[in-house]
């Protein structure tokens, strides 16, 4: 028996809202924002068909790594209350009354409208795959999903998602966070088609790969059936198969709009809920916002679209005059670690449009932008792997700037005459800093006339900030601005749990005597932390006092990323590398035939690096511990080629061998790299030696160079290669060897005390206010009188240093960690290397699928 609701006083307008997803949600606040700005009284009902109110999608898969439902709440009944919405969960509304203006739900209750507002969302699709609907075929989309999902991985060891896409990837990481050995199989030829271009999907694809989830593209699935090592097996039209536990369905998304469709409201000829400017229906009463909405034949996949719809929508209701003009799509995230960023006509469709690339293979990036006929207007990019200049590119496509005169600039490696990115002062007022919530410059600037005096104070009054995350640099870059203007100090806050700079923090757990995180949190910080905070956190408590970076106890290891967390690096078929130190370059004849053995029993692939160290490829994550104790045997140590610390110093022979040689540079080579082995810093450091004037150590292009001269040494700083070369500076002469190494003592330490997190010597040298003329007062005149004490905290670092992969073998509780899978034993049987050049290496996907299922087999088998 149906129960009718009318608890609307009848001189106010009645809006019954029906979803309160994150658009249907923001739609409520912007009513309750009317409410409190005017006269203008509606009273809200919303009916929630999950059990749950508004919680935040877009950052689903935090749910693995520890982020409980709560966190991800985007509101609260109190809040709902306090503001006098009514609302229902577990309310599925099964029938529109136009006539009546009435909705009712499953549990029979009537709701009256003056207005109804459609924000059903959509759901997941999942492909007619013969066998979808079995136990652990699931999707990605709701709370309840990750539940499942969770469930379903206790009891898995290999986990597939179905869809190469945005959402796809964020599924994959899911799994992967839940300790599943991962798949993505997808239909089309690239990930992430829709955004990024082939050049782009090539290197996100091996980025991906190099997290350890294998990719399969241009795979149709045919049927999913029984498995004989694995729960299921799919089959595909190329006649290969993939067994798995676990299927995850994130194949794209449809519009839901079953209950428009029922109640004739217009849909779409390929579904969606037709909508006009003001996101009306065909009904004049019942309106449609997000991701169910159809407007100009353009269904829109994200959250910002979304919200502007909503925007128009209660404009419209209260009688304002705000329109849906459509919305950019360009979009900035991380997924799984790996950057990427899509701006405008990313696959440059635009007639007459022209292209820049820019690709960097050893640093795995890759830019493009394209512009337009001539040259003068930015259309679109795509960023892999770094995307510090989106900010920057989405400032001139969407305000139509003028490019520079080589458009090129904006995307190479910085040189001395490369243009700076656009400052806040170059952007205009009406420049869209937030385009989730629709903030412009000037209303950052209107925030910060008003009171605002800090980028949490911004975000409080104009939302800036606190829908996909993507434009919080060039946020608190705008704040920032504005705020020194008014000549308020602009604190430089690491994130948001801690209201401190990197340098601040150091200096609270120095002197403090804070050695956990969880100290550290609780008398300096708020909430749980982040992947920001926390590997700074674990970089300054190794700085400062050295402990092991996988202690227990202490929590070090749940700080540290990947490369940390294993004590090597990962490399692109899940295996990991290992490198042992060799000071100075520097080896004895023992030590290489105990290299080789150990390379050959292990079956590893070895070549000489470019920091004259032997580097061993191919090492499965179990058999690490193993590796390392055979070499910590033979008297090797970790070269920490994993770590923010130092790399190598890279030498010539000398005067010891050279015909040209002034000084020793390998023993003072050696000498260095013993002295500063294990120092870890807010990035790596690279050092170079050279014998004489000659330069074959190219120290003048690392973060310490030393160069040999008649009376001495020449000592330089703060050089690097990579993407951005910089030529280190000249910073002192003649010096003697106990001068050289008391000055490098000082600019190390002060790098690792006044740095940024992830900042190289080369970059922080260029924001060091004052420069090179201030290093060179505080290290050689003690302008601070802090020498001693930096001098002291090196000597520490020195004296307590210890090999971490010794420590790690001789720690029972550490070892655990090195298996291939959380919940068993086995090996990876999916690692399969061919044979090139008399080595190996890792197979390619075309090789796998050349291989029958025996020799795959066989190849792995072979391997362990």
Not at 115 to 120: A, R, Y
Request: hydrophobic share 40%; aromatic share 8%.
């Amino acid at each position: 028996m149906s129960s009718l609701i009318n608890a609307n006083d009848a001189q106010k307008m009645r809006v019954v809202v029906v979803g309160n997803g994150m658009v249907g949600h923001y739609f409520v606040d912007e009513l309750i924002k009317a409410n409190k700005a005017d006269d203008t009284q509606i009273d809200v009902t919303v009916l929630s068909a999950e059990p749950r109110l508004a919680y935040d999608r877009v950052h689903l898969s935090e749910y693995f790594s520890g982020k409980t439902a709560d966190e991800l709440a985007l509101t609260t009944p109190e809040y709902y209350e306090l503001s006098n919405i009514k609302f229902k969960l577990n309310a599925k509304v099964i029938n529109i009354n136009k006539l009546a203006k009435t909705v009712t739900t499953e549990s029979g209750d009537v709701f009256e409208y003056d207005k109804l507002v459609l924000s059903t969302g959509s759901y997941p699709f999942v492909p007619p795959i013969p066998g979808n609907d079995q136990p652990h075929c699931l999707v990605y989309r709701t709370i309840e999903d990750l539940e499942n999902i969770s469930a379903s991985s206790a009891v898995s060891k290999v986990g597939v998602v179905v869809g190469g896409g945005l959402l796809g990837l964020e599924a994959a990481n899911a799994l992967k966070e839940a300790g599943l050995q991962t798949h993505v199989v997808e239909f089309a030829p690239q990930l992430m088609a829709v955004q990024v271009d082939a050049g782009g999907g090539r290197l996100l694809r091996s980025k991906i790969e190099n997290l350890g989830v294998q990719v399969h593209t241009q795979k149709a699935t045919q049927v999913i059936e029984k498995g004989d090592v694995c729960r299921y097996k799919m089959v595909f039209a190329d006649g290969t198969d993939l067994e798995t536990d676990m299927i995850l369905f994130s194949a794209g998304i449809r519009p839901s709009d079953a209950l428009a469709r029922e109640f004739d409201i217009e849909i779409g000829p390929r579904g969606g809920i037709v909508v006009n400017d003001q996101c009306l229906t065909s009904d004049a009463d019942i309106y449609a916002i997000g991701e169910c909405a159809l407007w100009n034949n353009f269904i829109f996949g994200l959250v910002a679209p979304g919200y502007t719809m909503a925007r128009a929508a209660a404009s419209h209701i209260i009688g304002g005059d705000l329109t849906f003009q459509g919305a950019d799509m360009s979009t900035k995230l991380k997924l799984m670690g790996v950057e990427v960023g899509s701006i405008g006509d990313a696959h440059a469709k635009t007639e007459g449009a022209l292209c820049y690339t820019y690709e960097n293979q050893p640093e795995e990036v890759y830019k493009k932008i394209v512009v337009d006929a001539e040259q003068k207007k930015l259309l679109g990019s795509v960023l892999i792997g770094d995307t510090s200049d989106y900010d920057t590119l989405l400032q001139y496509a969407l305000n139509d700037i003028d490019l520079p005169a080589h458009p090129e600039s904006l995307i190479l490696p910085s040189t001395g005459d490369t243009p700076a990115g656009l400052g806040p002062d170059a952007l205009p007022d009406t420049a869209t800093i937030c385009s989730c919530h629709n903030v412009s410059k000037g209303d950052i600037i209107e925030s910060v006339d008003q009171g605002a005096c800090d980028v949490s104070s911004v975000k409080s009054c104009t939302k800036a900030g606190t829908g996909c995350g993507g434009c919080a640099a060039l946020l608190k870059s705008v704040v920032d601005c504005e705020l020194e203007k008014r000549g308020v100090e602009v604190k430089k806050d690491i994130c948001e749990h801690f209201a401190y700079s990197r340098q601040e923090l150091f200096h609270l757990v120095k002197v403090g005597g804070i050695k956990t995180f969880d100290e550290l949190l609780e008398k300096h910080g708020k909430g749980l932390g982040c992947e920001i905070c926390k590997p700074a956190a674990g970089s300054i408590f190794a700085s400062v006092w050295n402990d092991f970076v996988l202690e227990q106890g202490k929590g070090h290891v749940a700080l540290q990323d990947t490369n940390d967390t294993y004590l090597g690096n990962m490399q692109k078929d899940g295996t990991y590398s290992v490198v042992p130190r060799m000071p100075g370059g520097e080896v004895t004849p023992e030590k290489l035939i105990a290299l080789g053995h150990v390379a050959k029993d292990f079956k590893l692939y070895t070549k000489v690096t470019g920091g004259t160290r032997i580097d061993l490829f191919g090492a499965r994550v179990d058999q690490l511990p193993d590796i390392w104790e055979r070499l910590v045997s033979a008297g090797f140590e970790t070269g920490h080629a994993y770590a923010k610390a130092l790399r190598t110093v890279k030498s010539c022979v000398g005067s010891t061998w050279c015909r040209y040689g002034v000084q020793d540079s390998v023993g003072t080579a050696v000498d260095l790299e013993n002295r500063y082995k294990g120092l870890r810093a807010p990035h790596k450091i690279k050092f170079g030696v050279s014998g004489c004037t000659r330069e074959c150590a190219e120290a003048q292009g690392k973060d310490i160079g030393v160069i040999a001269v008649e009376n001495g040494w020449n000592l330089y700083v703060c050089g690097n290669g990579g993407m951005k070369p910089r030529h280190a500076d000249l910073f002192a002469t003649d010096l003697d060897t106990e001068t050289l190494v008391k000055y490098i003592d000082r600019v190390l330490m002060f790098y690792v005390k006044t740095a940024d997190r992830l900042q190289r010597t080369s970059v922080w040298m260029e924001n060091l206010e004052g420069g090179l003329d201030y290093l060179k007062q505080v290290v050689i005149e003690d302008s601070l009188g802090i020498c001693g004490e930096l001098e002291e905290q090196m000597q520490h670092l020195a004296d307590t240093y210890q090999c971490e992969w010794k420590t790690a073998i001789e720690n029972e509780q550490s070892l655990k960690r090195f298996r291939q899978f959380v919940n068993s034993d086995d090996k990876d049987m999916n690692i399969v290397f061919v044979e090139e050049r008399e080595q190996i290496r890792p197979a390619t996907e075309q090789e796998k699928l050349e291989l029958s299922d025996e020799q795959v087999e066989k190849l792995a088998i072979e391997l362990v």
